[in-house]
Nanobody
Framework: QVQLVESGGGLVQAGGSLRLSCAAS????????MGWYRQAPGKQRELVAT???????NYADSVKGRFTISRDSAKNTVYLQMNSLKPEDTAVYYC?????????????WGQGTQVTVSS
């Protein structure tokens, strides 16, 4: 199985920064895509950013230019640097690992870490 351990959430004022980390262990393919999603109260979970094994990135329009995703493949760790935070970024942030089809094609999720941005 796969275990994901997230850290780095917290309370920050608008305009501030936070860095999330997610350490993955277990049955993870070297070509797995890693990413971050978030879910605000009363809303559906939405994509924040993803990064492939070749470091190709994809961002939600709402975070482009403010958030940066990166990964350390040797450590199976993915990071999310969040700058210029806004109150609308308040949500529970979830780490995700997606194994490629030849490795099962499953999605794995972390337990979530709360990010709260005060105005």
């Amino acid at each position: 199985q796969v275990q994901l351990v997230e850290s780095g959430g917290g309370l920050v004022q608008a305009g501030g920064s936070l860095r999330l980390s997610c350490a993955a262990s277990g049955r993870i393919d070297s070509f797995a895509t890693m990413g971050w999603y978030r879910q605000a109260p009363g809303k559906q979970r939405e994509l924040v950013a993803t990064i492939t094994a070749s470091d190709s990135t994809n961002y939600a329009d709402s975070v482009k230019g403010r958030f940066t995703i990166s990964r350390d493949s040797a450590k199976n760790t993915v990071y999310l640097q969040m700058n210029s935070l806004k109150p609308e970024d308040t949500a529970v942030y979830y780490c995700n690992v997606h194994n490629p089809p030849w490795y099962g094609g499953k999605d794995y999720w972390g337990q979530g870490t709360q990010v709260t941005v005060s105005s």
